[in-house]
């Protein structure tokens, strides 16, 4: 029997507290407080895509883990991910006969993103993703029937080596819960076998490091507001990265936040951590919008009201225009990375679809899960839609430049009436904008990833900018940048294959 004189957890006091989908009831502050008299092995900060394989490995070789997570249940971005993972040589690729290796997967990887990632790390992800996903596999992880693929909202892979899983019944985003729900029964058994201890709705404040500068635990404040000191031998910050603290993104990256879509915890925790102890940040300049964000508003950071496809999923009928009511890219280039680097060179990254209603009649969906029908409905009723029965009254209602937009649209319609080559080199080309009403759409570049994050070397180990590591503090996930293999890129699944690469492989060496 358990008392507060020694406030020891059963096994079943504990499943209690920290089973079930893992959104447990936070253990009482009694436990908690004991739990701070014990020497750890292995300290996680985050109990998400990074920290949870970390500490599973980690138990798996004997160690004594302590998970501290800010939120009230652990899964951390797997709950609002597509899940979107790629490696070579795995079970999948292995079913349908299809020939890779980790060699093709760097060399994809360097090509998309223009040699911008971290070569060290990217050589790390490549030669160990495979057996990740294989792993996933073992435990229950399945995809898609038509999977792997070579490309799907990014710019394509050589080979078919990209997956996701299907939608979870607790998510509408998909493939993350499908990788959470193999992971948790492993993390549950941890936990039952004694290796593996969680405290949900805890947030570590600070790192405690010695004169020598050597990590040796992390202060917590839990949710009554009590601190808490934790000791152990290794500390790992896994615990994601900024893009829900506007601020903080900004001040990284350049670039206001336009659009609130990352997790709620991804508020930039361990990047400060990581720095108080002389660790520094690297990666903002590697920025990159995605492609179009429709807003519901105008706020910054505002939130999503429709997403539009990209030249990966669709082929564009429409015309793509600047504020200035010129176009600025060739809408059907067969690189969507070139097109969302185009974006970024816009102010505030907007763009603006223009189409007449003959191309709204024909033309493939345009917005995910939206017919095209709705774009009608929504225009002169939401601020991002627009339509008129003329092109100036169009440019006028939209805020563009009303005759360069004219000037713009008389260009494109007479090169293609007459047959002659497009401005940009545009090929696919179905229509000419003649058929009133016109309708505009006014989109915006926009990340959930963020691309600054803690230097680390190839150990994972926290360095400070002079190259030396801190010791005993190891960074893995987003909180080392998505830009550290993806560069300045969106690379398939380059945000979550390496936060379980790496959070495997840390837990199995450290």
Same mark, same amino acid.
């Given at each position: 029997?358990?008392?507060?004189?020694?406030?020891?957890?059963?096994?079943?006091?504990?499943?209690?507290?920290?089973?079930?989908?893992?959104?447990?009831?936070?253990?009482?502050?009694?436990?908690?407080?004991?739990?701070?008299?014990?020497?750890?092995?292995?300290?996680?900060?985050?109990?998400?895509?990074?920290?949870?394989?970390?500490?599973?490995?980690?138990?798996?070789?004997?160690?004594?883990?302590?998970?501290?997570?800010?939120?009230?249940?652990?899964?951390?971005?797997?709950?609002?991910?597509?899940?979107?993972?790629?490696?070579?040589?795995?079970?999948?690729?292995?079913?349908?006969?299809?020939?890779?290796?980790?060699?093709?997967?760097?060399?994809?990887?360097?090509?998309?993103?223009?040699?911008?990632?971290?070569?060290?790390?990217?050589?790390?992800?490549?030669?160990?993703?495979?057996?990740?996903?294989?792993?996933?596999?073992?435990?229950?992880?399945?995809?898609?029937?038509?999977?792997?693929?070579?490309?799907?909202?990014?710019?394509?892979?050589?080979?078919?080596?990209?997956?996701?899983?299907?939608?979870?019944?607790?998510?509408?985003?998909?493939?993350?819960?499908?990788?959470?729900?193999?992971?948790?029964?492993?993390?549950?058994?941890?936990?039952?076998?004694?290796?593996?201890?969680?405290?949900?709705?805890?947030?570590?404040?600070?790192?405690?490091?010695?004169?020598?500068?050597?990590?040796?635990?992390?202060?917590?404040?839990?949710?009554?507001?009590?601190?808490?000191?934790?000791?152990?031998?290794?500390?790992?910050?896994?615990?994601?990265?900024?893009?829900?603290?506007?601020?903080?993104?900004?001040?990284?990256?350049?670039?206001?936040?336009?659009?609130?879509?990352?997790?709620?915890?991804?508020?930039?925790?361990?990047?400060?951590?990581?720095?108080?102890?002389?660790?520094?940040?690297?990666?903002?300049?590697?920025?990159?919008?995605?492609?179009?964000?429709?807003?519901?508003?105008?706020?910054?950071?505002?939130?999503?009201?429709?997403?539009?496809?990209?030249?990966?999923?669709?082929?564009?009928?429409?015309?793509?225009?600047?504020?200035?009511?010129?176009?600025?890219?060739?809408?059907?280039?067969?690189?969507?990375?070139?097109?969302?680097?185009?974006?970024?060179?816009?102010?505030?990254?907007?763009?603006?679809?223009?189409?007449?209603?003959?191309?709204?009649?024909?033309?493939?969906?345009?917005?995910?899960?939206?017919?095209?029908?709705?774009?009608?409905?929504?225009?002169?009723?939401?601020?991002?839609?627009?339509?008129?029965?003329?092109?100036?009254?169009?440019?006028?209602?939209?805020?563009?430049?009303?005759?360069?937009?004219?000037?713009?649209?008389?260009?494109?319609?007479?090169?293609?009436?007459?047959?002659?080559?497009?401005?940009?080199?545009?090929?696919?080309?179905?229509?000419?904008? *003649?058929? $009133?009403? %016109?309708?505009?759409?006014?989109? =915006? +570049?926009? @990340?959930?990833?963020?691309?600054?994050?803690? /230097? *680390?070397? $190839?150990? %994972?180990?926290?360095?400070?900018? =002079? +190259?030396? @590591?801190?010791?005993?503090?190891?960074?893995? /996930?987003?909180?080392?940048? %998505?830009?550290?293999?993806?560069?300045?890129?969106?690379?398939?699944?380059?945000?979550?294959?390496?936060?379980?690469?790496?959070?495997?492989?840390?837990?199995?060496?450290?």
């Amino acid at each position: 029997m358990t008392s507060l004189s020694n406030p020891r957890l059963t096994k079943r006091e504990f499943l209690k507290y920290s089973t079930g989908l893992l959104s447990a009831a936070v253990l009482p502050y009694p436990y908690q407080a004991a739990l701070a008299n014990d020497h750890w092995d292995v300290i996680v900060i985050g109990g998400g895509t990074a920290g949870l394989p970390a500490a599973i490995f980690a138990a798996k070789r004997g160690l004594k883990v302590l998970v501290i997570e800010k939120a009230s249940v652990i899964g951390g971005t797997l709950f609002v991910s597509t899940g979107q993972i790629s490696g070579a040589g795995t079970v999948f690729q292995e079913r349908k006969g299809i020939k890779d290796s980790p060699d093709q997967h760097y060399d994809d990887i360097m090509r998309i993103n223009n040699n911008t990632s971290d070569p060290v790390l990217t050589r790390i992800l490549v030669d160990h993703a495979g057996p990740t996903i294989n792993w996933l596999a073992k435990n229950g992880y399945t995809i898609f029937e038509n999977h792997p693929v070579k490309k799907m909202a990014h710019d394509a892979f050589s080979v078919a080596r990209y997956q996701q899983g299907p939608k979870g019944t607790t998510s509408p985003w998909g493939g993350g819960i499908a990788i959470l729900n193999a992971i948790k029964p492993i993390v549950e058994q941890e936990i039952n076998n004694g290796s593996i201890t969680i405290l949900l709705e805890t947030s570590a404040n600070d790192l405690i490091q010695s004169s020598d500068g050597e990590i040796k635990g992390v202060v917590v404040e839990n949710n009554l507001g009590n601190i808490l000191e934790y000791r152990g031998e290794k500390v790992i910050l896994a615990s994601g990265g900024c893009a829900s603290n506007p601020r903080l993104y900004e001040e990284l990256h350049g670039v206001p936040l336009y659009c609130q879509m990352a997790y709620p915890q991804s508020q930039g925790a361990g990047l400060i951590l990581g720095q108080s102890v002389g660790g520094y940040l690297r990666g903002g300049e590697k920025y990159s919008p995605l492609y179009g964000m429709i807003l519901s508003d105008d706020k910054v950071p505002s939130t999503p009201y429709g997403v539009a496809r990209n030249v990966m999923e669709r082929l564009p009928w429409e015309i793509l225009v600047n504020s200035q009511g010129k176009r600025f890219v060739k809408e059907d280039h067969e690189s969507v990375d070139h097109i969302e680097h185009r974006i970024g060179e816009q102010p505030a990254h907007r763009h603006w679809t223009i189409v007449d209603q003959r191309m709204l009649d024909e033309m493939p969906e345009i917005i995910y899960d939206w017919p095209n029908k709705r774009i009608m409905d929504e225009s002169n009723n939401h601020s991002m839609f627009k339509s008129a029965n003329s092109i100036r009254d169009l440019a006028i209602k939209s805020g563009l430049h009303p005759r360069n937009l004219e000037l713009t649209v008389e260009e494109y319609n007479n090169n293609l009436n007459n047959n002659r080559a497009d401005e940009f080199g545009r090929q696919h080309r179905p229509l000419p904008l *003649v058929k $009133g009403p %016109f309708y505009s759409i006014r989109m =915006s +570049g926009w @990340s959930l990833c963020s691309f600054a994050g803690l /230097g *680390v070397n $190839g150990n %994972f180990e926290v360095t400070k900018p =002079s +190259g030396e @590591s801190i010791k005993n503090l190891y960074a893995i /996930g987003e909180v080392i940048g %998505f830009g550290s293999t993806s560069g300045n890129a969106y690379v398939n699944g380059m945000g979550v294959t390496p936060a379980l690469t790496y959070g495997k492989l840390l837990g199995e060496r450290i």
